[in-house]
């Protein structure tokens, strides 16, 4: 139904006095239609010329996100609504219908952000319908719009190696929208987009200040609303298993419960049916093609007059292939564009200690072999929570020795999957009483003792100095009934208010310089690690499954995620049982083991947990170590490059993986294994497009003398190679 003529008047004079404020001071560049007939090159191989920019039309109703991969339009007048999302690789158009920016469910009632209404077929959308769409008669409505550069979303900082230390290019807008109605007057929306240079990536979120005399409840923001082309349609059936679309990867940060894949993880991204979309093939409209972004759980906050409430933080990556691989190369360069903390990757030990005098000697044998880093371990004597004077200078002593040698150091810490106190634990809404956690009983993190946990961790970090924090157990997502916790008011914000804590430690962490390292899915806020996917019973096998199994996990973990993003593990004493088989202690009677498990993880970029009292324990054993890790330095950045999958080991045959980067001179390097009892002859063909070399490429095996290889027109290079019994070999490619 349209506006009345009084709220429509109201409306027209916002927009113009938004107009004279806003649009004509900022003076915007002037889009050109002929900035989309541009021939894109292929981002994942070349730098993009084309920067991030913000445009308006020319008659001043359109404004135009671009940077040569994307464009997306907002239209401004008589409301803002997206109106084109198009994929400018492969020219795709995304979308299919407008719809509201964003939906906030204020005191119990759903309310849109801007919007047009009146579109009658939703299957796709003309330019020429737009002009005739009317706007809400009870929603909030645009009144103007600024532009600036991208803003870091951190203020991180390390002194640690960094794969990529430069923060985001591109361009920022904010839409405002104000509601005339009573129960809306003083709540000002915006609604904020960033565009970024060199990949076809957006973010958006939502923001809610209230200017109010009174406190609101915020139930739900749906920070993203976009009815989208639909992946594939069925007539009937169990709809339920229907692709979602492809063209588009959506990620955000509200991610949580141990998975540790962002997948399992995401409790927001949501692809729901469109009713109103009613020639869609699906007789019962079912069709998953409308994209909402919200928690499962409403965020229930009471919002104080003056307090501003930020919502998820979404991202939409484009991608312009079915290609398993493709797509995954994408993500992982989405991730280090909007997350450089996550290239950063000491080398690190993990040291299971009894005393000082253990620290003391695994931070000289760090040093002595070209080791960064020391976290005292699970099972370890370190006590984060302890923060009485004598702890934390002993502590402080410690770490000061540590940094004396350049050694970082930093411990373990459990918050969740533990059980504090009856007043302390998680309640559960259905019986009233601790328990029904995630891990069963669990400490809630608004709760008297989540505060003090919280507290402690910061104050013994910063005076000890500690680099590192290894979160186990981070917040996982439970709910809790108590309306006696400080840190939330009742059930309905509990959620909510938890998440918001666990996220502060984090941003603390990543401002400070602290490393932090978490089995849980906190990447977008602040963590540098998780882990890369592994059964900790595993470990109790003998050496030969777990080498073989660990370059099934490695496999396994690298198509969405960068090699700094995962850690692995290799127990040097006795974990989860296991006979003198599972163990590499003594280290010199195992070192054949000992070494192939490091070049597995080292060769793939990746840190491991060595579970241990110590990394060496003879000179043999020493100089085995040393010669690994120089090795990995003098190849670091290529071996910090993400990888292309070659062949799964299967115990069958050869496996590998290949590290690609066409920035580097080392345009790759490839680990090739060989798990059979005997030597082995292959031809491997080596997948070189990402490289960048589509011509000819030069390839040395180890130290040797290089060759040239002519790529064929599949940009594949075949090689022939020896691979020695039980062994490995390496290859870099220039």
């Known amino acids: 139904m349209g506006p009345t003529l009084h709220i429509r008047l109201k409306i027209i004079l916002l927009f113009f006095s938004s107009l004279l404020n806003t649009t004509f001071a900022q003076q915007l560049p002037v889009w050109n239609a002929e900035f989309e007939n541009k021939k894109p090159v292929d981002w994942l191989v070349k730098p993009v010329a084309e920067k991030a920019q913000v445009f308006q039309s020319k008659d001043g109703r359109d404004i135009v996100l671009y940077n040569g991969l994307l464009k997306r339009t907002f239209r401004i007048t008589p409301d803002l609504a997206c109106i084109d999302f198009k994929n400018l690789s492969n020219g795709q158009q995304l979308l299919r219908a407008v719809k509201p920016e964003a939906r906030l469910t204020i005191n119990g009632k759903s309310y849109p952000v801007g919007g047009l209404y009146g579109q009658k077929e939703n299957a796709y959308l003309l330019p020429e319908w737009i002009d005739s769409f009317e706007i809400s008669d009870s929603a909030f409505h645009y009144v103007k719009y600024t532009v600036e550069d991208i803003k870091p979303y951190l203020n991180w900082k390390t002194s640690m190696w960094t794969g990529n230390s430069k923060n985001p290019a591109g361009k920022s807008i904010t839409f405002y929208f104000q509601s005339s109605m009573p129960a809306l007057k003083g709540l000002d929306v915006a609604v904020h987009y960033s565009i970024y240079e060199g990949i076809p990536l957006l973010s958006k979120w939502v923001t809610l200040q209230n200017n109010r005399d009174e406190n609101v409840r915020l139930d739900q923001v749906v920070n993203e609303i976009l009815a989208v082309v639909e992946e594939e349609s069925a007539v009937e059936g169990n709809t339920e298993q229907m692709a979602v679309p492809n063209g588009i990867y959506v990620e955000n940060n509200f991610a949580f419960n141990n998975a540790m894949r962002y997948k399992l993880s995401d409790q927001a991204t949501h692809w729901k049916r469109d009713s109103t979309y009613t020639s869609q093939v699906n007789y019962r409209f079912q069709t998953p093609c409308l994209l909402e972004v919200h928690p499962k759980i409403n965020v229930g906050v009471d919002l104080k007059k003056g307090e501003l409430f930020e919502s ?124 029904g956690a995630f891990f069963g009983n669990a400490p809630c993190m608004g709760s008297k003792w989540g505060l003090a946990y919280l507290k402690k961790l910061k104050l013994f970090m ?213 798990p059979l009892n005997e030597n082995i002859v292959r031809d491997i063909r080596l997948p070189v497009y990402y490289t960048g070399k589509h011509q000819t490429i030069q390839i040395r095996e180890k130290e040797n003398t290089a060759k040239s290889y002519q790529v064929d027109r599949d940009y594949d290079v075949s090689i022939k190679l020896t691979l020695p019994a039980k062994g490995y070999t390496w290859l870099v490619l220039e």
Not at 321 to 330: C, K, P, Q, V
Not at 406 to 430: A, T
Not at 466 to 487: L, M, R
């Open 312 to 435: 998820v933080r979404t991202y939409e990556l484009l991608q312009d292939s079915y290609d398993r691989e493709r797509n995954g190369l994408a993500i992982r360069k989405m991730y280090r564009t909007i997350a450089p903390w996550t290239t950063s990757n000491p080398i690190f030990m993990h040291l299971v200690s009894k005393n000082d005098a253990e620290v003391k000697t695994a931070i000289d044998q760090c040093a002595q072999t070209g080791y960064e880093a020391l976290i005292l371990s699970f099972g370890s004597h370190c006590d984060m929570e302890d923060t009485s004077a004598a702890n934390m200078v002993k502590w402080k002593e410690l770490a000061d020795y540590a940094h004396s040698k350049n050694i970082f150091i930093g411990s373990y810490s459990l918050f969740s999957s533990r059980k504090i106190s009856s007043e302390d634990d998680v309640i559960d809404p259905k019986t009233g009483k601790p328990g």
């Open 462 to 674: 910063t005076y000890t100095g500690f680099n590192i924090f290894e979160n186990d157990g981070p917040y996982p997502g439970d709910v809790c009934a108590s309306t006696t916790h400080p840190g939330h008011e009742g059930l309905h914000d509990s959620q909510w208010k938890q998440m918001a804590l666990q996220k502060s430690l984090y941003h603390w962490c990543n401002e400070n310089g602290i490393y932090v390292n978490a089995p849980d899915w906190y990447f977008l806020d602040g963590t540098n690690k998780i882990a890369l996917g592994y059964r900790e019973v595993n470990f109790s096998l003998s050496r030969e499954q777990q080498m073989l199994l660990n370059r099934q996990n490695i496999y396994d973990a690298s198509w969405n995620e960068t090699p700094s993003m995962v850690w692995g593990f290799v127990p040097l004493t006795k974990y989860q049982g296991g006979g003198p088989d599972a163990i590499l202690e003594p280290l010199s009677e195992h070192l054949d083991p000992y070494e192939q498990l490091m070049m597995q993880y080292y060769g793939s970029g990746i840190q491991a947990c060595y579970r241990g009292p110590r990394l060496y324990d003879t000179e043999t054993t020493k100089k085995t170590v040393q010669n690994v890790i120089q090795w990995y330095k003098k190849y670091r950045h290529i071996l910090n490059s993400d990888m292309v999958h070659l062949r799964r080991a299967d115990g069958r045959d050869w496996d590998g993986m290949m590290h690609v980067n066409p920035s580097l001179k080392e345009k790759g390097l490839v680990m090739v294994y060989n």
